[in-house]
């Protein structure tokens, strides 16, 4: 009995791959243009933001927590260190620590309304997700802000540096890529190699026995949610140097590419299981999903819609995954 609902685990795990190849399957005889190398590097460049959103997210919800502000704090972090960089001539470097320190602050904030003042996850991260909102368009009283283009006199070196460059031979070279892939193996091995990804995993599992255990929960998850945090805030620098133009009071739904990428790569709603490598396969199921359709000419408002079956889809996928651990778990 214990075999069977292991091969049924197994096969589950083999989903979304499956996912991702019949995707990319659908798009190459229904879209548009779909199979060329400038689709390919724009699957690529909608996969930088998704993909850093999602990593940071996965240590949340395997603690069995959630982050609705992932969107809004990424565009407030951009807009922000746009902000800086424009409107006081800070320098670029500068205007990169504050987009980054942006989202780690709210991701702190976060962190210590659910594990010190006991807010739940949805609620906490309901409101910072309004706050963000707020304070962008605050701060730059409702302007739009630009990062610097590729042919820019100051900080021209920026998309160079983040998503294409003239390299190795090859015109506009998806450098963003290298970024993605070193983040992905640092957030890899913190999840499965260190302390933190153990009592991650811990908490998620069963929080009162962590803590009984004498693991301090409240203060690993602070850290989970900080740590979330900073990862937002590398994905609103690949959000600028991707898109450039930030606008106030935007990243409504952003969160739920993040979240609905983590959950189809196989990481449990209900915490105590998940793998970094499934997130990255999610994260490109969602990034060929954005791309595909508007290669088969479907307007934004359709998109929305596809999304919003994407993600019932997974989650119901998981409720299933969830059932079946639990039948090979009695058996």
């Known amino acids: 009995m214990e075999k069977i609902g292991q091969k049924k685990m197994d096969w589950q795990k083999l989903l979304a791959p499956a996912a991702l190849v019949i995707l990319y399957i659908v798009f190459s005889i229904f879209g548009n243009n779909f199979l060329t190398l400038e689709t390919f590097k724009n699957i690529l460049e909608s996969s930088y933001y998704i993909g ?8 949340i919800i395997i603690t069995g927590g959630i982050d609705l502000s992932l969107g809004t704090v990424m565009m407030c972090s951009a807009l922000l260190g746009a902000y800086v960089f424009k409107q006081h001539s800070w320098p ?12 780690t602050l709210f991701g702190f904030l976060n962190g210590n309304l659910v594990a010190r003042l006991k807010l739940p996850p949805f609620i906490a991260t309901l409101g910072t997700m309004m706050m963000s909102q707020g304070i962008g368009s605050i701060i730059t ?3 739009s802000q630009t990062w610097p283009t590729a042919g820019a006199d100051v900080g021209g070196w920026f998309k160079k540096v983040f998503i294409r460059a ?3 031979g090859v015109q506009g070279f998806p450098v963003g ?3 993605l892939i070193g983040f992905f193996v640092l957030a890899a091995l913190i999840l499965h190699k260190t302390k933190f990804g153990r009592y991650v995993f ?12 004498g693991i301090n929960v409240d203060a690993w998850k602070v850290g989970v949610y900080t740590l979330s945090g900073f990862f937002v805030g590398m994905s609103g620098i690949m959000y600028a140097a991707a898109y450039t133009t930030i606008t106030p009071g935007t990243g409504n739904g952003q969160e739920m590419n993040g979240i609905t990428g983590v959950v189809i790569g196989g990481t449990s709603m209900s915490g105590g299981s998940g793998t970094m490598v499934g997130t990255l396969i999610g994260v490109f199921i969602m990034a060929v999903l954005k791309t595909g359709l508007s290669a088969c000419g479907l307007q934004a408002p359709w998109q929305t819609f596809f999304t919003g079956l994407v993600v019932i889809g997974a989650v119901l996928l998981d409720i299933q995954r969830t059932k079946a651990a639990n039948r090979v778990k009695k058996s």
């Open 166 to 168: 003239d390299i190795f």
């Open 177 to 179: 890529a290298f970024w």
């Open 141 to 143: 009283k409702v302007q």
């Open 92 to 103: 670029l470097f500068a205007g990169l620590l504050v987009t980054v320190g942006v989202g």
């Open 202 to 213: 811990a908490i998620g599992s069963n929080e009162e026995a962590a803590r009984l255990s």
């Open 52 to 59: 850093f959103m999602a990593f940071g997210v996965t240590f």
